[in-house]
């Protein structure tokens, strides 16, 4: 079975809301120095007007994605089942399925065009500036080692870390994603943790090599709503202490609202909207976000609309 590192960072092989009707090209030129010296403003990931084709059943299937992510800030992509987020995801991390091919635009990470990169270039990149996690930790774990060692094994890989050191640096980022007894849980097999613990170990192999944007990829979604909450407490809490760029895949309209500066809605791949969270959860200007906004009212979607007006009235007073 292929290790933690392999499987989840090697193997990986504004303005206004607006109804989008073209694409958003205008999102500027990035930058070719490293993002950790460049300005809190300057893209780590810009994604310009992508398009994405299954070249085996000759069909294009996104058709024209854009945003740019700068550092601390967080974008959403939501929409229905098949409307083509997660291949947007899999573009930006250089892991599109077999057939399928970007024919157009452009992803730059860092300022870095990624069209043309080798595979070396994308295992020096990912884990320790692009990282991913997907729903399902226990399918990215391997069963038969602890997960602790699964962690040090990333930091050895990514950071050169000497065995204990990694050790140590294993066990800080399990009490960062807050773990209760992180020692313990090092030691720990996948079998013994639940849903929720298995998906912080997951996010702290993600961020183990101190990545400057992370893509979760519907991460909560099959987690409890109380676990879920704490989650995305988490993924809050590292963008703002680390300045993590967040692009954040769900289907639930209410984690988007609580995590996101900015939302994408696709629809059979297609960005049929586009803008400020706020924006477009408050006054919808296509007829699709009304729909799923008017499905989510349902399951507490109106408790965040209504927090965030409440913040709104505030930062206005
Ligand atoms: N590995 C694959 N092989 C064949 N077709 C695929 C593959 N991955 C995606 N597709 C097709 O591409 C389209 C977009 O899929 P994608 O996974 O991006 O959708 P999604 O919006 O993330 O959906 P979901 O919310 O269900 O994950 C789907 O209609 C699907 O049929």
Same mark, same amino acid.
Do not use: C, K
């Given at each position: 079975m292929a290790t933690l590192s392999e499987k989840v960072l090697t193997e990986a092989e504004q303005?206004?809301?607006?109804?989008?009707?073209?694409?958003? &090209?205008?999102?500027?030129?990035?930058?070719?120095?490293? *993002?950790? %010296?460049?300005?809190? @403003?300057?893209?780590?990931? =810009?994604? $310009?007007?992508v398009r994405i084709s299954d070249q085996a059943a000759g069909d294009e299937i996104v058709h024209g994605v854009s945003f740019t992510l700068t550092p601390g800030r967080a974008v959403g992509i939501v929409g229905e089942s098949g409307s083509g987020k997660t291949l947007t995801c899999r573009a930006t991390l250089g892991i599109l399925p077999a057939h399928f091919e970007v024919t157009a635009g452009s992803i730059e990470i860092d300022g870095q065009d990624?069209?043309?990169?080798?595979?070396?270039?994308? &295992?020096?990149?990912?884990?320790?500036t692009i990282s991913? *996690?997907? %729903?399902?930790?226990? @399918?990215?774990?391997?069963? =038969?080692? $602890?997960?602790?060692?699964?962690?040090?094994?990333?930091l050895r890989v990514k950071k050169g870390l000497k065995r204990r050191e990694a050790?140590?640096?294993?066990?800080?980022?399990?009490?960062?994603?807050?773990?209760?007894?992180?020692?313990?849980?090092?030691?720990?097999?996948?079998?013994?943790?639940?849903?929720?613990?298995?998906?912080?170990?997951?996010?702290?192999?993600?961020?183990?090599?101190?990545?400057?944007?992370?893509?979760?990829?519907?991460?909560? &979604?099959?987690?409890?709503?109380?676990?879920?909450?704490?989650?995305?407490?988490?993924?809050?809490?590292?963008?703002?202490?680390?300045g993590l760029a967040l692009v954040l895949v769900s289907h639930d309209l209410a984690v988007v609202a609580q995590l996101c500066d900015e939302v994408l809605v696709m629809r059979q791949g297609e960005v049929v909207e586009q803008g400020p969270t706020h924006e477009v959860l408050h006054k919808p200007r296509h007829e699709y976000t009304r729909l799923l906004i008017a499905e989510h009212e349902q399951y507490g979607l109106d408790k965040f609309l209504a927090a965030e007006t409440a913040d709104a009235v505030e930062e206005d007073a």
């Open positions: 303005d206004s809301s607006s109804v989008v009707e073209e694409p958003n &090209t205008s999102t500027g030129t990035g930058p070719t120095e490293p *993002v950790r %010296q460049a300005s809190p @403003s300057t893209p780590v990931l =810009s994604v $310009r007007d990624i069209s043309g990169f080798s595979s070396a270039q994308w &295992t020096a990149l990912r884990g320790a991913a *996690v997907f %729903q399902d930790p226990a @399918s990215y774990l391997n069963p =038969s080692i $602890r997960v602790g060692a699964q962690i040090a094994e990333v050790r140590e640096e294993a066990i800080d980022l399990l009490r960062a994603v807050h773990l209760r007894d992180p020692e313990l849980v090092y030691s720990q097999y996948t079998y013994e943790l639940s849903g929720g613990m298995l998906q912080r170990v997951l996010i702290a192999a993600a961020i183990a090599a101190d990545p400057r944007i992370l893509i979760a990829d519907e991460a909560t &979604t099959a987690l409890d709503v109380t676990v879920q909450a704490e989650i995305l407490d988490l993924l809050a809490d590292l963008r703002e202490r680390t």
